[in-house]
């Protein structure tokens, strides 16, 4: 059974730090590309950023460029978001999803990240 | 102009149909558009994918036939038949855009599905 969990999320001030991890199981995950999705309770989906099977090709959404890194461990079968110098408007529900056939196949359940002081 | 729009709500009666609209701007005009259903308190699910002409290149699992897309012009449709509780939620679309740094996927902003 595919499972994507996320972890690492909370509560940080503007300005901080934190990593998201996304653990991977159920299928060859050094196969997949991987992406970084969020969205603010209530509204609608944001693509954030993504990373191909080797790591070797990112993309991310203007708002985050050099803010944020998307890294990956293939032996760890886990997709990292570093995410610094958070700012309010980063508060979302943050989700990592399956590239399949150009389209998200599975997703995790979300992990929600708070910025405020 | 967002790239792609949808109405911000929707209802319908349980068993009766509806159709919902993602509408693309023109630069987009044949521009493939993912559908996913997000129930309540869940991540999303990919429900279909549609083309220009309508194709439906791909199908997502557990998805019941009474889901169908149709594009047209700058239209891409989800119509749902025979509706159930379960299907209430939000309903996205989405599509990819560039290549290489440049890759980006665009969402429209979503449509509250209320099943009455």
């Known amino acids: 059974e595919v499972q994507l969990v996320e972890s690492g999320g909370g509560l940080v001030q503007p300005g901080g730090s934190l990593r998201l991890s996304c653990a991977a199981s159920?299928?060859?995950?050094?196969?997949?590309?991987m992406h970084w999705v969020r969205q603010v309770p209530g509204k609608g989906l944001v693509w954030v950023s993504r990373?191909?099977?080797?790591?070797?090709?990112?993309s991310y959404t203007d708002p985050v460029k050099g803010r944020f890194t998307i890294s990956r461990d293939n032996a760890k079968n886990t997709v990292y978001l570093q995410m610094n110098s958070l700012r309010v408007e980063d508060t979302a529900m943050y989700y990592c999803?399956?590239?399949?056939?150009?389209?998200?196949?599975?997703w995790g359940q979300g992990m929600l990240v708070t910025v405020s002081s | 102009q967002s790239v792609l729009t949808q109405t911000p709500s929707a209802s319908a009666s349980l068993g009766a149909s509806v159709t919902l609209t993602c509408t693309l701007s023109?630069?987009?005009?044949?521009?493939?558009v993912d559908w996913y259903q997000q129930r309540p308190g869940k991540g999303p699910h990919f429900v279909m994918r549609?083309?220009?002409?309508?194709?439906?290149?791909f199908k997502g699992d557990g998805i019941p036939d009474r889901f169908s897309v149709l594009g047209s012009g700058l239209y891409r449709y989800l119509t749902i038949k025979n509706i159930q509780e379960e299907d209430e939620g939000d309903y996205h679309c989405?599509?990819?855009?560039?290549?290489?740094?440049?890759?980006?996927?665009?969402f429209g902003g979503g449509t509250k599905l209320t099943v009455l």
């Open positions: 990373i191909n099977s080797d790591g070797s090709s990112i």
């Open positions: 159920g299928f060859t995950f050094s196969r997949y590309w």
């Open positions: 999803a399956r590239r399949q056939n150009s389209y998200f196949d599975f």
């Open positions: 023109s630069a987009y005009s044949n521009y493939k």
């Open positions: 989405g599509a990819d855009h560039g290549s290489g740094s440049n890759f980006v996927v665009v």
């Open positions: 549609v083309g220009t002409g309508g194709i439906v290149e």
